[in-house]
């Protein structure tokens, strides 16, 4: 599909695509990763997927991700909030499915508190709420930490690239969407995919998520030998199944 641009109500450039579907049933978006974007294996699968059934999809980029525009250093979770908000109010319509993977996790869960009319499901992937604070901070060294805090900026080291800038603002921003402390809110149905050798998502923080969440409908998947993409055949084979499963719920 075409990518096309939206102007977000802060200002920001953001790059989407968007499949109009015929199918009745709430629309899918696609919430990405840490600095993943919309050309990756899972989201290009489950957009061709919901293109053959004639079913809405919409994927975009953060800013500062993928096509989007904007430095990666500058966002904060705020930021992409604000971009995710933006996409969900002005490029779709009616009740929506949010898959979200890692990041994309956490804010599909910050979109539905924010937008609980307009979500209507929520398929997780690995999903890492209150990563900043509870899982990226605590694995830093001692001297990344202090580099962070004294210039504002650490090069992490990436196994998937080159290295990923960790800001301060980053850090402090992410304090205010805090949701494992408490009750998240939520009725609709709900389906998290884990994997049990995820290096970066531990299997036991989303395991502390389905304690948290209010929903009653809510299944709890964990892939013995799956890693933090759960991106094999078979993983984009079950999540397909899953985003299924919970439209014909709906």
Known sequence: MTVSRL????????????????APGPGLIWLSGFKSDMQGGKVLALEAWAKEREQAFLAFDYSGHGESEGAFADGTISAWREDTLAALDALTEGPQILVGSSMGGWLALLAAQARPDRVAGLVLIAPAPDFTEKLMWPKLSQAAQVEIVDTGVHLQPSEYGEPVPITRQLIED?????????????????????????????????QQLVSTLTTTDLAFTLIKDGDHRLSRDQDITRL??????VLRSI
Do not use: N, S
């Open 7 to 22: 102007t977000t109500p802060e200002g920001r450039l953001i790059a989407y695509r968007k499949f109009e579907g015929r």
């Open 174 to 206: 992410g304090k205010q969407w805090q949701l494992l402390d408490g009750p998240i809110a939520f009725t609709g149905p709900v389906r998290i995919l884990q994997g049990m050798v995820d290096l970066d998502v531990p299997w036991t923080h989303a």
């Open 240 to 245: 397909i199944a899953t985003c299924d499963e």
